[in-house]
Nanobody
Framework: QVQLVESGGGLVQAGGSLNLSCATA????????MGWFRQAPGKEREFVSA????????????SVKGRFTISRDRAESPIHHKLWLRMTSLKPDDTAVYYC???????????????????WGQGTQVTVSS
């Protein structure tokens, strides 16, 4: 069984920073993309950022571009993954449960679609106070 385990969430004031991390455990898998999504109360899950495993190309939603940075541990093997999300200049609108996700394969331009991801973490709460 594949497991993704997130950590690093918490409470921060607006303008502050947080670092989220995600590590895979259990059955290994070869990833095409690793990504971060978030879900605020009463809203649908939305794309935050993704990184393509073969060349580390990165992608961001417009709402976080310039403030968040996704990265991964390139020393890890292709079948074990460690992922980070550096979040700066946080805003109250960033408050959500943040999920790490892994995708084995799919059309390359669909990295932002949650339903194309195969594996999900349990989520970590990020709360930004005003």
């Amino acid at each position: 069984q594949v497991q993704l385990v997130e950590s690093g969430g918490g409470l921060v004031q607006a303008g502050g920073s947080l670092n989220l991390s995600c590590a895979t455990a259990g059955r290994p898998f070869s990833a095409q993309y690793m990504g971060w999504f978030r879900q605020a109360p009463g809203k649908e899950r939305e794309f935050v950022s993704a990184i393509r495993a073969n060349d580390d190309a990165t992608y961001y939603s417009d709402s976080v571009k310039g403030r968040f940075t996704i990265s991964r541990d390139r020393a890890e093997s292709p079948i074990h993954h460690k992922l980070w999300l550096r979040m700066t200049s946080l805003k109250p609108d960033d408050t959500a449960v943040y999920y790490c996700a892994g995708r084995r394969f799919g059309f390359i331009n669909t990295y932002y679609q949650a339903d194309t991801y195969d594996y999900w973490g349990q989520g970590t709460q990020v709360t930004v106070s005003s």
